[in-house]
């Protein structure tokens, strides 16, 4: 039963994310599936099943894939409606996807499952996946790759860039660097701090390049 639910919503996520090209497609889905039950197995916490199903559906009422983000928490529900779900197990999964988002500023999650959906999609925010989803989301949404004239500062606040311009690279100081230290799992951490360093020798190298230092 679990698995034919789990099916069926990976087709019903398929079919709405698959045209997207902000990184936030089918396959980043399916990523941040893997690293969520990667995490509970080794964490030996967190039901899988609530896992699961909240990492396949965590993009669907995002804010950046969705102008009426009230309509899109609508479709999300008709669809765990839809399942014939038992109510506490669609709160969790919904109380999971409302509470995970970097945007929602949330410190404390409800549950290990949060935690865990949380620092999947972090890491994949991060490292040579991290630095493509990044480039391609900021194309998408016309921002400059990089901006040499916006001064590049370590503890910028996202309202900063958002009063003024802003660019992919800046987009690594704004959240990209600072993931590593918000993960709550240290099987998470433990990943990430490859990545991390990865997106630091990458920033050393473009800055290089685009300086024309041969
Ligand atoms: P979250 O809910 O934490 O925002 P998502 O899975 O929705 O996570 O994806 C966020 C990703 O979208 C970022 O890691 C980044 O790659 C991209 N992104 C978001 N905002 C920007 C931006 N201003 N510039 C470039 N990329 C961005
Ligand atoms: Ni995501």
Redesign the pocket.
């Known amino acids: 039963m679990k698995q034919k639910m789990i099916g069926l919503t990976e087709k019903y996520v398929y079919d709405q994310l698959n045209l997207d090209a ?3 497609d089918w396959f ?1 889905i399916d990523r941040v599936r893997k690293l969520a039950l990667h995490i509970a197995k080794e964490e030996k916490r967190g039901n899988a099943f609530i896992i699961e199903m909240a990492a396949l559906l965590h ?1 669907i009422p ?1 804010d ?1 894939l969705n102008d009426d983000v009230d309509a899109a928490w609508g479709k999300l529900d008709d669809w765990l409606q839809e399942l014939k779900l038992d109510e506490d197990r669609v709160k969790a999964i919904q109380e999971i996807i409302r509470t ?4 929602s500023g949330q410190l404390k999650l409800p549950s290990i499952e949060a935690e865990i959906v949380q620092d999947a ?2 890491l ?2 991060i490292g040579a996946i ?1 630095i493509a ?2 480039f391609a ?2 194309g998408k ?1 016309g ?1 400059p790759m990089y901006d040499p004239e916006l001064p590049v500062r370590e503890n910028m606040s996202k309202m900063e860039y958002r009063k003024g311009k ?1 660019s ?1 690279v800046h ?1 690594f100081y ?3 660097l600072r993931l590593q230290d918000k993960l709550n799992t240290s099987t998470a951490k433990k990943i990430a701090s490859e990545r991390h360093e990865y997106m630091v020798g990458y920033l050393k190298e473009f800055y290089k390049e685009w300086d024309v230092r041969l």
């Open positions: 902000s990184g936030h980043h993009d995002d950046k995970i988002s970097y945007s999609d972090r994949d925010a991290g989803r990044t989301f900021g949404k921002q802003s992919s987009h704004e959240k990209l």
